[in-house]
């Protein structure tokens, strides 16, 4: 499977502050990459989807101005969530996909995030 | 109605037995299926992905799909203690992302304990 590293694994930031959480693609360039968010004992939830060059598409109910996306080249994508606030300690997840007649997504390690 | 459901769990299998994960999803349109193995406090990693009616195997693993009935499963032969996990079955979405890659939409995942 492919290959896909995530920055920092693991961050504990105190409320207010904000954080960059970096994806990328080692071994293809990914046109296409998904955040995720995962709370305890729930299942994925898609955030947004990063396209390079172009503006993130997000979910309904995802704050754009909150979780700030940039997708500056093929093999990276960056989320920073903004003023963090303790509701948003979660699992951030992304995902890469290596073209349009393959969907198979491969998912980055995952940052654990915890705001005080 | 949820569009890729799955029976939460937990399911306990004895080690050595066959264990069966099932997966149901809304849309008939829906062309690509996936399986997805994710432990605890890590993040999904592709079991397989199916895309044609029929079994497909892989080592302990097949991936079976029912297009006429929506529905995939997945069965573990010779389950292991170290086959447990949560499973996620993820199944294409209708919704193109503005990229090249399709999003996948996922189910709450079936949390499988294999007892040694």
């Known amino acids: 499977g492919a290959v896909v590293s995530q920055h920092p694994s693991r961050v504990i930031c105190k409320s207010g502050t904000s954080v960059k959480i970096e994806c990328r693609s080692l071994?293809?360039?990914?046109?296409?990459m998904f955040w995720y968010r995962q709370f305890p004992k729930q299942s994925l939830m898609l955030m947004a989807t990063?396209?390079?060059?172009?503006?993130?598409?997000?979910e309904q109910g995802v704050e754009k101005d909150k979780f700030l996306i940039n997708h500056a080249s093929l093999t990276l994508s960056t989320l920073t969530v903004t003023s963090a606030h303790p509701e948003d300690s979660s699992f951030y997840i992304c995902s890469t996909s290596p073209g349009s007649l393959q969907e198979t997504q491969y998912f980055g390690p995952g940052t654990r995030l915890l705001v005080l | 109605q949820k569009e890729v459901e799955q029976n939460s769990g937990p399911l306990s299998v004895p080690e050595g037995a066959i264990a069966s994960l099932n997966c149901t999803y809304s849309d008939r349109g829906s062309q690509s299926f996936f399986w997805y193995r994710q432990y605890s406090g890590k993040s999904p990693e592709l079991i397989m992905f199916i895309y044609s009616n029929g079994d497909k195997e892989d080592g302990r693993f097949t991936a079976q799909l029912n297009k006429a009935s929506q529905y995939v499963s997945l069965l573990i032969r010779d389950s292991q203690p170290s086959d447990s996990a949560t499973y996620l079955c993820?199944?294409?979405?209708?919704?193109?992302?503005?990229?090249?890659?399709?999003?996948?939409?996922f189910g709450s995942g079936t949390q499988l304990t294999v007892l040694p």
């Open positions: 990063s396209n390079e060059g172009s503006k993130a598409t997000y």
């Open positions: 993820a199944v294409n979405a209708l919704r193109i992302s503005s990229g090249s890659a399709r999003q996948l939409t």
């Open positions: 071994d293809f360039q990914a046109t296409t």
